[in-house]
């Protein structure tokens, strides 16, 4: 976490991150390269600037595959949660390899002639345009999302409008697949390509439907209430120690209960940084601890440790006939609370 505006909190991590991120890209364009050499030998051979266009956005379409596949993964496999904590980096790395995949573009097909090289690419001597500009759009999209990646839009549009904003990587992705689809598809005869775009749509479609699937079930099962209104949360020994339960409310908000020991405490399941899920977080230090990007709060009161000033609501718990019941309506963001034993009110 931040206290002031810092362009990129670089810590040794994210470089060492960011450092073999980029030599993956550059091994990723030399490898395709080489096959495609190998592939197409003389006299079948295609042009050096034609395989890096092709190269750099084959690698694009690869890291927009990765950067939508780490939410699900993360909600259906915990132990990958720990992808999500660089996923801005890699979708910044996203836009760059789409920027440099659009620079050799419009460079080799539209900087020989008078007319702009954007323009030249992008309409048609009839002023028409096709599938270079759906590109175009993508690239514009993801352009977006990368400015405005910082910490600074975040804070400033708050993280509801911000995280709708950043929903458009999915039209990103619809028009980069109608960008290859009325592109490169229409004159590429080996079936390997369109096979592998239709394969990694069903696997992104596929992940996205099981993660939502599992949401929902959990949802509609914890919408228990007793006749005074609270809402069961189920066996307090159930829950992992430093683990939470989320249980979705009648408003459809959502609550982490988290186990401390044999202690119990109840915050919003939103993280005040990026809206992250953090109820499948952890316990760390004695805080829960969003998997997202590590924001933490204390469980009792819901305030993040000095000297950050994050705040989230809180609720109140009780354990009746071993069952453990939240009540539904929250405190303010902040509010100390008092956290109930597991074995409070008949639980064994």
């Known amino acids: 976490m931040s206290v002031q505006y810092r362009a990129v909190n670089w810590t040794r991590h994210k470089v060492v991150y960011d450092l073999v991120l980029a030599g993956a890209c550059v091994a990723f364009v030399g490898v395709f390269m080489v096959m495609s050499m190998v592939v197409h030998p003389p006299p079948n051979e295609v042009s050096p600037p034609i395989l890096v266009m092709r190269a750099l956005g084959t690698l694009a379409i690869v890291l927009l595959h990765v950067v939508l596949a780490i939410g699900p993964l993360a909600r259906l496999w915990p132990r990958t949660t720990f992808l999500l904590a660089n996923r801005r980096h890699l979708g910044v790395a996203t836009f760059l390899v789409a920027g440099l995949h659009a620079f050799v573009v419009y460079g080799f097909y539209g900087g020989f002639g008078v007319e702009n090289p954007v323009l030249a690419v992008l309409v048609r001597p009839d002023g028409s345009v096709g599938f270079e500009f759906v590109g175009f759009l993508a690239l514009l999209v993801l352009l977006v999302m990368a400015a405005t990646s910082?910490?600074?839009?975040?804070?400033?549009?708050?993280?509801g409008v911000w995280k709708a904003m950043h929903?458009?990587?999915?039209?990103?992705?619809?028009?980069?697949?109608?960008?290859?689809?009325?592109?490169?598809?229409?004159?590429?005869?080996s079936l390997v390509f369109p096979l592998l775009l239709l394969g990694g749509a069903l696997v992104l479609g596929g992940l996205h439907l099981v993660a939502g699937g599992r949401e929902w079930r959990r949802d509609a099962a914890?919408?228990?209430?007793?006749?005074?209104g609270w809402i069961d949360v189920g066996d307090p020994h159930e829950i992992p120690d430093k683990r939470a339960r989320v249980v979705c409310l009648g408003s459809g908000n959502r609550v982490a209960v988290f186990r401390d020991g044999d202690r119990l405490s109840a915050l919003s399941n939103v993280c005040a940084h990026q809206g992250g899920p953090l109820g499948e977080g952890e316990i760390l230090d004695g805080c829960a601890t969003c998997p997202w990007h590590g924001y933490q709060y204390h469980t009792e009161n819901g305030q993040s440790p000095p000297p950050y000033t994050e705040k989230i609501p809180t609720y109140e718990l009780r354990v009746r006939g071993g069952r453990v019941e939240v009540n539904p309506r929250p405190n303010e963001p902040g509010t100390p609370t008092t956290p109930v034993s597991i074995t409070e009110g008949g639980a064994s």
């Open 150 to 159: 910082h910490d600074f839009w975040l804070a400033l549009l708050g993280h």
């Open 167 to 189: 929903m458009a990587v999915y039209v990103a992705y619809a028009l980069v697949v109608a960008h290859v689809v009325f592109g490169v598809l229409r004159s590429e005869k």
């Open 222 to 228: 914890s919408s228990d209430e007793s006749e005074d």
